[in-house]
Structure formats: structure tokens, C-alpha cells
């Protein structure tokens, strides 16, 4: 069973950005996929990005980044120029391959929240 962590979420104003972090417990990271969803309150859950084991990635708002570190297991979401309706909770994922909806997802963290202030 592999466990995901995410870390970095919090409240910040419109404009500004936030970095996300999320640890997975897998054995052999580097093979896996991973990815971000986000769900604001009443809505279902979205794609956010994914980035596959070597490193490219799909992420459809420009104003975010995917990357990851696979000696310390981690991959990160970079937040920039966030805006009131980026708030929402947002969760990690794990997969055997890149995803683009929740089909191919293993592994879900628990989540963690983001708060943009206008």
C-alpha cells in the first residue's frame, strides 16, 4: 500500500503563489507517475498535472509547474499568480503511467488546502 503526503497548502492573497509538496512511500518512485486534483467545495474533482517517470509533464494552466525529486521521493506544484477560484483542496496521485482523470490513479494523498484571498 503506498502512502502519499501532501504538504505546503495554506491561505494566500490573489497574485500570490504557493508550493506543494507531496512524499510517496513507493518503492521505486522514479517508475511511477504522479500528479496533482484539486476540489473546491460542491464541485467534483479536477486535473490539475501529471508528470511521468521520466520527467515530462501535462499541465493545462500555465500559471502552475510540475516537477519532482526522486532521491527524496517527492514531487512538488508550483503555484503562481493564484486566483480566489484556484481554492480548493488539492491532492496528490500516484499511477503506473501519466493521467489526465482519475482512471488511472493507485493512490491518492489525503489532501491539502488552499485558500486564495481576494
Known amino acids: 500500500q503506498v502512502q502519499l503526503v501532501e504538504s505546503g497548502g495554506g491561505l494566500v492573497q490573489a497574485g500570490g503563489s504557493l508550493r506543494l509538496s507531496c512524499t510517496a512511500s513507493?518503492?521505486?518512485?522514479?517508475?511511477?507517475?504522479m500528479g496533482w486534483f484539486r476540489q473546491a467545495p460542491g464541485k467534483e474533482r479536477e486535473f490539475v498535472a501529471t508528470?511521468?517517470?521520466?520527467g515530462g509533464t501535462y499541465v493545462p494552466d500555465s500559471r502552475f509547474t510540475v516537477s519532482r525529486d526522486n532521491a527524496k521521493n517527492t514531487v512538488y506544484l508550483q503555484m503562481n499568480s493564484l486566483k480566489p477560484e484556484d481554492t480548493a483542496v488539492y491532492y496528490c496521485?500516484?499511477?503506473?503511467?501519466?493521467?489526465?482523470?482519475?482512471?488511472?490513479?493507485?493512490?491518492w494523498g489525503q489532501g491539502t488546502l488552499v485558500t486564495v484571498s481576494s
Open positions: 496521485a500516484l499511477g503506473p503511467g501519466v493521467f489526465r482523470d482519475e482512471r488511472q490513479v493507485t493512490s
Open positions: 513507493a518503492r521505486a518512485f522514479s517508475n511511477y507517475a
Open positions: 508528470i511521468s517517470p521520466t
